[in-house]
């Protein structure tokens, strides 16, 4: 659905009043390089961390309260305490424990065993090494970096992180090795994402000397679980300018530093605050199905037991009642204890209190006569089967994988039979499935189809620069965009790949090639979708050769022009598409828009040119029903006057703290509206190796399986 384009001067008023609303009290105060004072009141958390369940003080109570979740353990505790009262006892003392005491043992054991393995984890974790800024001493002491341990890491420190390593915790970034300030790093511990993306350091800090940032303060918000957001200010030593900051100025304790030499930050969340501990909710106890069955069974031989010891107790009475008289000489019942006599010579009554006693005894002996109805060896069997499963399963020549050099891991023993009992499976597609690499196939340009196979092949001539990723060309769109400047046509299709080019957030490293008269260009960036448009954008002609934080530079059909970057409203999933507002070299302004075709139909303003619109409508559909993955590009041209105060609602909701998202995309709803419609892209992203089989193999097993994209 589109959002709603109107109420422009109420959504302003709202920004107003949640602007006003930041206090002190709503944000955290860091203040970089200053540890000592941005916690002088020890109210952030240390950087160490802990991930196992149990301490050397709390094991015994804890795994012991867990293991009597299971119902069994309680029954077999009760009887073993029955059978310890001298009334009541049937076996030997020693025997009616020794089961109960071995089967918790195991268990513990086992348990012991595995938060081990977490305590080693934790300790290594803690224990390793990071660069942070130490001031030096004497009167001419430069600051220098200086080796600490990660759990000795707090909020305020300056941390300088290398290539191919992590932070130790959640950092604003400061400065990188690119002159950009942009860095690279791989959320894969984080999200599952292995593409690489882009973090940037603002350039304020980038041109400033880490000493000279002694003093300045990050205003941020409270730690919370959300690792794609993140809403901060930095204010400067001597400035009142506040500087915003957002997701694309923070890295993660979790994420790897790659293709990037060194970034500096400065720890805004520590240890258990930062978002990857905050999404951890500690190691969880799970239970298999067939242990939560047997607890149900467990539920109903419990009332059949209680029945027929009542049964039982109550003939016992009736006998009981009926024999009273005769108590004294019954041969199989001792009522008076001729061993022993008291002050009148009469014998003592032998342990019998009475008729209604002798029958909750008999009650409670009938319970431990009866125990073997809920038998504890099922439960001993169980456990040994648990152990012998996971060696068989970690031992499996088929459960291993030759590309990677990995097992099967078997790191929670008491699920292992619900294995053969899996029913569905729920999977996202893209990347699980799917390669994660996406291939430019066809576009629908100004209504017109260009999705022939048999018109594509390679890009020919000599082009200066090359995409990494090669990309096959129709012969009619590049004869169209080289030579159909002069007609209303080629104009659009030049404004169109000029659209991929530029409404992205990818960063473009240049390479030599094989042949030193070409460039080749890798471009990176958090979206693998994106990477193939803007490849695309190259092969036809538009090559994005260099971008800061201020402005790109594309090479338009052999010639390099640089674009300012005005304003860039990034995707979001409630939006469903991203804009990017260019200042062009012949002074003109305009805004890209791109996104799922749900969302743009919305915004584009169909009186323009209806043809068009119902003729990629069409197209639109065709690229879907063969898998591929459309998007839809539009763009208007902004007046000076609809810019600035663009501008000036930008500038007061980018600095937000409270509300930053929503008066954001309030401020992306106002500009986005009326666009013009330029095309639509297809791109194929192509199953991995074995899926196909893997499908077909759980269909003849009787799971089913759904795609999580198709549900979202």
Known sequence: ?????????????????????????????????????????????????????????????????????????????????????????????????????????????????????????????????????????????????????????????????????????????????????????????????????????????????????????????????????????????G??????????????????????????????????????????????????????????????????????????????????????????????????????TDKDDDNKNYNYYGIAAQIVFNFLMAVIVFQIMIPISLYISMELVRLGQAYFMIRDAKLYDESSDSRFQCR??????????????????????????????????????????????????????????????DREVVEMVRNGGDTEQGRNTREFFLALATCNTIVPLIMDGPDPKKKVIDYQGESPDEQALVSAAAAYGFALVERTSGHIVIDVLGQKQRFDVLGLHEFDSDRKRMSVIIGCPDKTVKLFVKGADSSMFGIIDKTLNPDVVQATEKHLHSYSSVGLRTLVIGVRELSQAEFQEWQMAYEKASTALLGRGNQLRSVAANIERNMRLLGASGIEDKLQEGVPEAIEKLRQAGIKGDDTDCNQ
């Open 412 to 473: 929670a023993l008491n699920i292992n039979e619900d294995l053969g009992q899996v029913k569905s499976i729920f999977s996202d597609k893209t990347g699980t499935l799917t390669q994660n690499k996406m291939e430019f196939r066809c576009a629908s340009i100004d209504g017109v189809d260009y999705s022939d196979i048999t018109r594509q092949q390679p890009v020919d001539g000599e082009p200066a620069w090359v995409p990494k990723v090669p990309v096959n060309v």
């Open 1 to 237: 659905m589109a959002e709603d384009n109107h109420g422009s001067s109420q959504n302003m008023s709202a920004m107003s009043m949640s602007h006003k609303e930041l206090g002190d009290e709503d944000a955290r105060a860091v203040r970089v390089g200053d540890a000592a004072r941005t916690n002088e009141r020890l109210e952030f958390a240390g950087n160490a961390v802990r991930t196992a369940k149990y301490s050397p003080l709390t094991f015994l109570p804890r795994n012991l309260f867990e293991q009597f979740h299971r119902l069994a353990y309680v029954y077999f505790l009760a009887i073993a305490v029955l059978n310890q009262l001298p009334q009541l006892a049937v076996f030997g003392r020693g025997a009616s424990v020794m089961p109960l005491a071995f089967v918790l043992t195991v268990t513990a054991v086992k348990d012991a065993y595995e938060d081990w393995r977490r305590h080693r984890s934790d300790r290594a974790e803690n224990n390793r090494l990071a660069a942070v800024l130490s001031p030096g001493e004497g009167e001419s002491a430069q600051f220098d970096f200086a080796p600490a341990k990660w759990k000795h890491v707090r909020v305020g420190d300056v941390v300088r992180v290398e290539a191919n390593e992590s932070p130790p915790a959640d950092m604003v970034l400061l400065a990188t090795s690119d002159a950009t300030g942009v860095a690279y790093v791989q959320t894969l511990n984080l999200d599952g994402e292995s593409n690489l993306k882009t973090r940037y350091a603002k350039q304020e800090t980038l041109t400033t000397p880490l000493d000279r940032l002694a003093g300045a303060v990050i205003r941020c918000e409270r730690p919370n679980r959300n690792i794609y957001g993140f809403q901060a200010n930095l204010e400067l030593p």
């Open 239 to 340: 400035e009142t300018r506040r500087i915003p900051l957002g997701p694309s100025n923070i890295v993660l304790r979790g994420c790897d530093l790659k293709n990037t030499a060194w970034a500096v930050g400065v720890v805004v969340y520590a240890g258990r605050e930062t978002k990857a501990m905050l999404n951890n909710a500690g190691t969880p106890t799970k239970r298999s199905r067939l242990e939560t069955h047997m607890n149900r069974e467990t539920l109903f031989l419990s009332v059949i037991l209680i029945v027929l010891c009542s049964v039982v107790a109550t003939l016992s009475g009736v006998w009981l009642r009926a024999h009273q008289t005769d108590l004294e000489l019954a041969q199989f019942f001792h009522k008076k204890d001729y061993l022993k």
